[in-house]
C-alpha cells in the first residue's frame, strides 16, 4: 500500500482551464509538499502546508489534516505550467518523507 | 530555503564503469537524501547521507553499489559502480527535515540524469 496516493495520474488541459489534483496519504505528517517536475528533471519546492490554505499567483494549495488530504489548484492554465506535479509528505516520526507517484499534466494551447 | 549544487546535470557512460555525482548545499543540514527516478516513476530513497558515520541504506539498495561520502555538514557525494543499463536514471540529491536553522525544508538538487549504454 502507498503512503501517498495522487490522482489523476495524468491530465490534460486546455489553456485557462481551472485544475485540480488530489493527493491522499495515511501516515502522520510534520509538513506536506507541492512539487514540481519539468521534462529537465529539476524538481522546485511550490508549497509546504501543515495547515490551511497557500496561494502564490496562480497556484492555491490546501490541506486538510482531518482527512488526510490535500490539493493544487492552478487557475487559468497555461502550457507553461506542464510538468509533473508530486506530492509529498514528511513523516512526523524521523525524518522519512513519501511521495506520490505524480500527475503529469499537459496543457494544450 | 536552501540551495542545491548538482552535479554532472547529465551524462552518458559504458557498462562496467562508475559515476560520482556531488552535491553542494548552501546551508549546514542535518540530513541529506539520495533518491532515483526511474523513467516514468516516482522518486525512490537510496540512502540517507549522516555526515560523520554511514549512510542508511534502504532495502534493494546497497553500500557496495552505491557508495556515498558525507565528509561535512554541507556537501555529499553517490557513487553509482559498475554500472549497467538498469541503472539508467534520474539520480536527486535532497536536503529535507530540520535544518540547524530550525526550518523544515524539503529541497532538491537538479537532478543527474544518468545513461548507461
Known amino acids: 500500500k502507498n503512503e501517498v496516493e495522487q490522482s489523476p495520474q495524468n491530465l490534460t488541459a486546455q489553456e485557462g482551464e481551472f485544475i485540480t489534483i488530489n493527493c491522499s496519504y495515511s501516515?502522520?505528517?510534520?509538513?506536506l509538499h507541492w512539487l514540481q517536475q519539468h521534462p529537465g528533471g529539476g524538481i522546485v519546492s511550490l508549497f509546504m502546508?501543515?495547515?490551511g490554505k497557500k496561494k502564490h499567483g496562480r497556484l492555491i494549495a490546501t490541506i486538510n489534516i482531518q482527512e488526510k488530504h490535500s490539493s493544487l489548484h492552478i487557475t487559468a492554465s497555461h502550457p507553461r505550467d506542464s510538468a509533473v506535479y508530486i506530492c509529498?509528505?514528511?513523516?512526523?516520526?524521523?525524518?522519512?518523507?513519501?511521495f506520490g507517484t505524480g500527475t503529469s499534466l499537459t496543457v494544450i494551447p | 530555503s536552501a540551495v542545491i549544487s548538482q552535479k554532472p546535470s547529465r551524462d552518458i557512460c559504458q557498462r562496467g564503469t562508475s559515476l560520482t555525482i556531488q552535491c553542494q548545499v548552501d546551508?549546514?543540514?542535518?540530513?541529506m537524501f539520495w533518491y532515483r527516478q526511474q523513467p516514468g516513476q516516482s522518486l525512490t530513497l537510496i540512502a540517507t547521507?549522516?555526515?560523520?558515520?554511514?549512510?542508511?541504506?534502504e532495502s534493494g539498495f546497497v553500500i557496495d553499489k552505491f557508495p556515498i561520502s558525507r565528509p561535512n555538514l554541507t556537501f555529499s557525494t553517490l557513487t553509482v559502480s559498475n554500472m549497467s543499463p538498469e541503472d539508467s536514471s534520474i539520480y536527486l540529491c535532497?536536503?529535507?527535515?530540520?535544518?540547524?536553522?530550525?526550518?523544515?525544508?524539503?529541497?532538491f538538487g537538479a537532478g543527474s540524469r544518468l545513461t548507461v549504454l
Open positions: 535532497s536536503v529535507g527535515g530540520t535544518a540547524y536553522s530550525g526550518a523544515n525544508v524539503l529541497t
Open positions: 501516515v502522520g505528517i510534520s509538513a
Open positions: 502546508l501543515s495547515s
Open positions: 509529498a509528505v514528511g513523516a512526523n516520526t524521523g525524518n522519512q518523507f513519501y
Open positions: 546551508s549546514q543540514v542535518t540530513m
Open positions: 547521507a549522516n555526515q560523520g558515520s554511514e549512510a542508511t541504506y
